[in-house]
């Protein structure tokens, strides 16, 4: 618990409600998303369901006293043998009514602790727009280093933005 927030990773069944988040964050903020109303995987429910059913692709929430998601973040691990050592965060958002209460820093945190404990785990990475200096900011205070910035890295309505790329090792001294 956060103040009147609980921390917890989603299951199966909570895949058509993040669904629904997931429409309203590439909504609100689609330059920080990868993904796009037309295409994104994540809006589909079968694809969702199977997600929040491994153990290799966690997302975990923040939840108001009411069961509402305020805020989510997500990791995933490559199943390529070769990449096996390396996990992303990804599909980090806040709604806007729950900003500034440090919830992306607990759901991150979340799944940070998760990927601490995956066997054979050395890196966890994740992309940044260039455009979220602040977003930035809170990737490096935990422990995130930038090691490159992929120029017009994505196209959001007619203009190019890069992203920052960062690490930092899945296990912290």
Do not use: N
């Amino acid at each position: 618990m956060i103040g009147d927030y609980r921390i917890r990773r989603l299951v199966q069944a909570d895949a058509a409600e993040y669904v629904g988040l997931r429409r309203e964050m590439l909504v609100d903020t689609p330059g920080s998303f990868l993904g796009d109303l037309a295409d994104d995987e994540c809006l589909d429910l079968d694809v969702m369901e199977a997600r929040l059913s491994s153990e290799e692709s966690p997302i975990f929430c923040a939840e108001d006293e009411d069961g509402e998601f305020c805020a989510v973040a997500g990791l995933y691990r490559d199943r390529r043998t070769k990449m096996r050592h390396r996990a992303t965060v990804w599909g980090v958002y806040t709604r806007p009514s729950c900003r500034r209460r440090g919830l992306s820093r607990k759901v991150i945190e979340a799944a940070l602790a998760h990927a601490a404990s995956m066997a054979g785990l050395e890196v966890i990475q994740l992309s940044v727009s260039a455009g979220a200096p602040g977003a930035q900011a809170l990737y490096e205070s935990l422990g995130f280093t930038a090691w490159g910035r992929e120029p017009r890295a994505v196209m959001v309505d007619g203009q190019q933005v890069d992203e920052v790329h960062m690490w930092r090792p899945a296990v912290q001294d």
